[in-house]
């Protein structure tokens, strides 16, 4: 098992659902997160002052997934979640240890 996780733009939320839904993932969990990678945050004006915004609001994905899936699943997300501009987001894939569905006790690619 694979666990992805992926940092993407709030309002390309959609979008990735859609694209993942389409290849056949049927769970996920989000997380609205904030942070910043390269762009390093940006300045806003408020009411006159000038002042800067550090951390970015950010969607987090996490899916768990079998290790055949996770290509699939990584272009889904990258096409889904591309603006083009800077801080469209990173995807991480870890490997998953042990996956257990808390109801039925089934482990592995069957808990998922």
Do not use: C, W
């Amino acid at each position: 098992m694979k666990m992805l996780i992926a940092i993407i733009k709030p309002f390309k939320l959609d979008a990735v659902r859609e694209a993942l839904s389409d290849i056949g993932v049927q769970g996920m969990t989000v997380t609205e997160v904030r942070g910043f990678g390269r762009q390093k945050g940006h300045t806003e004006l408020y009411r006159g002052a000038e002042y800067t915004v550090d951390l970015l609001p950010k969607i987090k994905l996490e899916v768990a997934l079998a290790p055949e899936n996770v290509d699939k699943a990584i272009d889904a997300i990258a096409k889904a979640a591309k603006t083009g501009q800077i801080g469209d987001g990173k995807i991480f894939v870890y490997d998953l240890g042990q996956t257990v569905r808390i109801r039925t006790g089934e482990s592995g690619v069957n808990a998922v």
